[in-house]
Nanobody, 122 residues
Framework: QVQLVESGGGLVQAGDSLRLSCVAS????????MAWYRQAPDNQRDMVAK????????YLESVRGRFKISRDHANRDTIFLQMSNLRPEDTAVYYC???????????????WGQGTLVTVSS
């Protein structure tokens, strides 16, 4: 069973920076893609940034140039989201997402973290 554990959310002021972390753990799996999504109250859940196993990065247009997704060099199943120049509109619950191949079944599956709240005050 694969699990995702997120950390790093909190309350910051506009213009501040914050880094989120997500660690995938479990047995018999290979991550194909990891991503960060966010969901503000009464809004849909949007993809913020994703990184493929090959390292290709994709960003939500409104965060491009301010946010950076990266993978831990020592543990490729750990990703980070470095958020800079934060704005009040970045306030949301941020969720880690992973797509992975289960070695036991050869199925492509998807899993979500529990979410971490980021609040940006003006």
């Amino acid at each position: 069973q694969v699990q995702l554990v997120e950390s790093g959310g909190g309350l910051v002021q506009a213009g501040d920076s914050l880094r989120l972390s997500c660690v995938a753990s479990g047995n018999s799996f290979t991550i194909t893609e990891m991503a960060w999504y966010r969901q503000a109250p009464d809004n849909q859940r949007d993809m913020v940034a994703k990184i493929t196993r090959g390292g290709q990065e994709t960003y939500l247009e409104s965060v491009r140039g301010r946010f950076k997704i990266s993978r831990d060099h020592a543990n490729r199943d750990t990703i980070f989201l470095q958020m800079s120049n934060l704005r009040p509109e970045d306030t949301a619950v941020y969720y880690c997402n992973a797509k992975f191949v289960d070695h036991d079944t050869s199925r492509l599956l998807e899993i979500w973290g529990q979410g971490t709240l980021v609040t940006v005050s003006s």
